[in-house]
């Protein structure tokens, strides 16, 4: 699903990833963790083509991003790679449903199916009673289940989720651990997840230690 090769990034001076090689196979849930500054969330926006390589190459379900240009890209991403982030990145004037919607309307599908999916996966994730508040009227467990439905609307092969658990309580934290477990059942998901998290990090099929820029283990 993802081979990484050589990534080496960049910012001014400062060398964030120095030579990284990552792997990923179909269907797996992998965790890279590692120190604040190791280069976790710049290789997780790299996988995600949300940032580009200085050097290295990138492929993602066999599609090469140096062969893309930025609106193949944006269209790439939009349709094949879900992000879940820490703090939810939703909309505060939409509502829940409308916030699910909008990476589907972006990619111009038939908004009549989008509404009956949208409410179809908060159904799902037990949030039907919570489909017209905006997110200041939600709890943070409610929004990050949110912010999922919204990584799964387009039917993504990918997940990439960038500290999920961070911003929650013990007891939020325990279910979406497990949502994204189920997740992976039940749509064939593959999931690379950037955590602090121990607890996460131990229940992913693999962990992906990274320091200084480098895997130290894989």
Same mark, same amino acid.
């Given at each position: 699903?993802?081979? $990484?090769?050589?990534?080496?990034?960049?910012?001014?001076?400062?060398?964030?990833?120095?030579?990284?090689?990552?792997?990923?196979?179909?269907?797996?849930?992998?965790?890279?963790?590692?120190?604040?500054?190791?280069?976790?969330?710049?290789?997780?926006?790299?996988?995600?083509?949300?940032?580009?390589?200085?050097?290295?190459?990138?492929?993602?379900?066999?599609?090469?991003?140096?062969?893309?240009?930025?609106?193949?890209?944006?269209?790439?991403?939009?349709?094949?790679?879900?992000?879940?982030?820490?703090?939810?990145?939703?909309?505060?004037?939409?509502?829940?449903?409308?916030?699910?919607?909008?990476?589907?309307?972006?990619?111009?599908?038939?908004?009549?199916?989008?509404?009956?999916?949208?409410?179809?996966?908060?159904?799902?994730?037990?949030?039907?009673?919570?489909?017209?508040?905006?997110?200041?009227?939600?709890?943070?467990?409610?929004?990050?289940?949110?912010?999922?439905?919204?990584?799964?609307?387009?039917?993504?092969?990918?997940?990439?989720?960038?500290?999920?658990?961070?911003?929650?309580?013990?007891?939020?934290?325990?279910?979406?651990?497990?949502?994204?477990?189920?997740?992976?059942?039940?749509?064939?998901?593959?999931?690379?997840?950037?955590?602090?998290?121990?607890?996460?990090? $131990?229940?992913?099929?693999?962990?992906?230690?990274?320091?200084?820029?480098?895997?130290?283990?894989?």
């Amino acid at each position: 699903m993802i081979q $990484a090769k050589n990534i080496h990034k960049s910012f001014g001076e400062l060398e964030v990833l120095k030579g990284v090689d990552l792997n990923v196979t179909k269907g797996e849930i992998v965790s890279i963790v590692g120190p604040s500054g190791a280069g976790k969330t710049t290789l997780l926006q790299i996988l995600g083509t949300l940032d580009k390589p200085n050097n290295g190459d990138v492929l993602v379900d066999s599609i090469d991003f140096s062969k893309l240009g930025e609106k193949q890209l944006a269209a790439f991403r939009n349709k094949h790679i879900g992000f879940i982030f820490q703090f939810h990145q939703l909309l505060p004037e939409f509502t829940a449903l409308e916030n699910v919607m909008i990476p589907a309307l972006i990619a111009r599908k038939d908004v009549k199916k989008t509404t009956a999916k949208a409410k179809e996966l908060l159904d799902y994730l037990q949030l039907t009673d919570r489909m017209e508040h905006k997110p200041s009227e939600l709890s943070g467990g409610e929004k990050q289940r949110v912010a999922v439905a919204r990584a799964l609307i387009n039917d993504p092969a990918l997940i990439l989720a960038d500290e999920p658990s961070g911003s929650l309580d013990s007891k939020n934290r325990d279910e979406l651990h497990k949502l994204l477990f189920d997740l992976r059942e039940k749509f064939g998901l593959t999931i690379v997840i950037v955590t602090h998290d121990k607890e996460l990090a $131990a229940l992913s099929d693999r962990v992906i230690e990274m320091k200084d820029g480098k895997i130290i283990q894989n």
